[in-house]
């Protein structure tokens, strides 16, 4: 990524270089997540970035080592967009704006492609234990931001004293996760919604009677 100071070759790169590092990782990120992993070749990334076949092999050696910057660009990306739409999450309403926006992000494309995480980890949790291990902590990070809401939640007395907000959380994304499959094989978003509402409704379910004269709903956090 462009804040990387070498390559994978241990030299220091210059702006151009990075810059061409970037647009290589961009086309390899795009190109995988409509295509796949193994169904994108060196040679496609090459041309979609414009790059020679040195520069290429000089930035990534292997297509290995593309895979697993690939994996923290597309990480990185999304952890960040969930950062902005959960850092305030502490209500149900909040909750339910969470998942629309999910969903109305998925729909852009008819549900295509599925979760930019998630399809990368049905390609490459079975083939490298790094990567496994990677992913694994990116959806540990996703799934705390859904329990720190939830904690929030229980905090403010939206919640139960009694609800679990780990596994809450875990359900919630195991909604998502399985709502973006279905979504991508049926190309229309009905049935993520479905889902979350599913597990959404899991988590009224620990809802405390709401009291009068609460404050006004403000943005994600409003209750």
Known sequence: MAEQASDNNGSRLTERGRATRERILRAAADMMYVKGVSSTTLD????ASGTSKSQLY????DKDALVRDVVALQAAELLERQHQLLRRLNSLRGLERWRDAV???NALRNGAYGCPLGSLASELTDQDEEVRKAIARYFDTWEGMLAAGLVRMKDSGVLRADANAGELAT????????????AQTARDVKPMRIALDMA?????AYA???EDG???EEGTGGR
């Open 44 to 47: 496609e990334v090459r041309a």
């Open 58 to 61: 000089r930035h990534y050696p």
């Open 103 to 105: 969903v109305e992000h």
């Open 171 to 182: 359900g919630l994304m195991a909604a998502l996760q399985g709502g973006y499959l279905l």
């Open 200 to 204: 959404i409704g899991q988590v009224k």
């Open 208 to 210: 405390l009677p709401a």
């Open 214 to 216: 609460s404050p006004p």
